[in-house]
């Protein structure tokens, strides 16, 4: 165990993560039960920004940098202040490799279209067990607060912080204690847990489903940026599919 008690160092990096641990944890699921009435806040900025868009612009820029700040620089500093490791070596801990990137990207695209493949499925069953998919929807959320380039651009962007994060520096850790089964399945329902914050069930199945393919994979290839990949393309290839639906409607 690098971690001791009596490093300052090391107790920043603790307080640091514990941070990040409370607003993509601990905050999500206090907001589903509703004890924080998070959900019900983003609605609320969401009808201010609308009618403003300097605070729209500072709205992303504040978001991107923040998801950056807590689910990618905090990791990293664990890894330096911590484990003693440099820069280097912490990404390849975290399996940021560019060896064999193309057949990562073949991977990432194949791993997408599983997992396009599987949430449709499920949609439709749930479709016909007369569950109305679109309410249950966290996009509608996400609208409000930003128009349709910048949701697009958050929407391929954010997937790279939670993929370092959860397949990277979460699923390292844990697998390193635990073996690679119970990572998985831990990463995925921590995943889940991180999407509670819009008070709706779906958007937490989902992500707990796509963080299992996603994490089998990462350990498949031994590779983050297969991860990061299909991320990013399941992502923008729902969201692409959201705004034709709401053209045609």
């Known amino acids: 165990m690098d971690f001791n008690y009596k490093n300052i160092l090391h107790i920043i990096a603790l307080l640091l993560l514990l941070f990040t641990v409370a607003n993509i944890l601990i905050i999500p699921f206090l907001s589903f039960f509703n004890i924080i009435p998070f959900h019900q806040a983003l609605q609320s900025l969401g009808q201010i920004v609308e009618r403003n868009t300097f605070l729209e612009i500072f709205n992303f820029v504040f978001t991107i940098a923040f998801v950056f700040f807590v689910l990618i620089l905090i990791p990293v500093l664990w890894y330096v202040l911590v484990n003693n490791l440099g820069l280097k070596e912490s990404l390849k801990k975290m399996r940021l490799k560019t060896k064999d990137i193309d057949i990562a990207f073949l991977w990432g695209v194949l791993s997408a279209i599983i997992i396009f493949v599987v949430i449709t499925i499920i949609e439709f069953a749930l479709i016909a067990m007369g569950v109305n998919i679109v309410e249950e929807s966290n996009i509608d959320i996400l609208d409000n607060l930003y ?22 520096f979460l699923l390292e850790k844990i697998e390193g204690f635990s073996g690679k089964n119970i990572a998985i399945f831990s990463t995925a329902i921590l995943f889940g847990i991180a999407h509670m914050s819009y008070g709706l069930v779906y958007p937490v199945i989902f992500p707990i489903i796509i ?20 991320h990013i393309i399941f992502n923008s290839a729902t969201y692409i599919l959201y705004v034709l639906a709401s053209s045609i409607v």
């Open 147 to 168: 128009s349709p380039v910048m949701l697009f651009f958050l929407v391929t962007i954010q997937p790279i912080a939670e993929e370092v994060f959860f397949r990277g």
């Open 211 to 230: 963080g299992f393919i996603l994490a089998y994979i990462v350990i498949k290839t031994d590779n983050l940026y297969t991860a990061i990949i299909s």
